[in-house]
């Protein structure tokens, strides 16, 4: 991707917290929510914000598995974890470095318990494979 900077990478930043929601005051949930307000309208306002948006709760979750040709759906997440993933942000920054600065200003706490953010560059979908010849006499005509 290019920019006024040069090259760029869109990089991915996973939220993963607690999920305790209900426990919160409504003046803890309103302070989360200004902090992600406040990242989102800088991100904006620097030109890299492609999208953020929080996930529902794990409860809500299914987990689609193929085995053997079956296709397995069970209900919530496939694993129990203390964190759960509970949103995302998607920025175009020009390096890691810059990545992880805006990752340290992401807020996953909730009732005083930390989360953390998980961040993976977006490289796109990689081109498809040219077909390899077949081996064999006509493959060297």
Request: proline fraction near 7%; charged fraction near 25%.
């Amino acid at each position: 991707m290019m920019c006024q900077r040069g090259l760029t990478m869109r990089y991915m930043m996973l939220i993963y917290t607690r999920e305790r929601a209900a426990e919160m005051s409504a003046s803890e949930r309103a302070d989360i929510y200004d902090r992600h307000s406040k990242v989102i309208a800088d991100a904006s306002a620097k030109g890299i914000f492609l999208g953020a948006e929080p996930l529902g709760r794990t409860t809500t979750a299914t987990t689609v598995r193929v085995e053997n040709g079956q296709t397995l759906i069970t209900d919530g997440p496939f694993a129990e974890t203390k964190e759960a993933l509970a949103g995302y942000y998607i920025l175009e920054c020009p390096n890691l470095d810059e990545a992880l600065e805006w990752a340290a200003r992401i807020p996953t706490g909730s009732k005083g318990a930390g989360g953390c953010i998980e961040v993976r560059p977006m490289p796109g979908l990689p081109k498809r494979p040219e077909a390899v010849p077949e081996h064999g006499p006509s493959a060297l005509a």
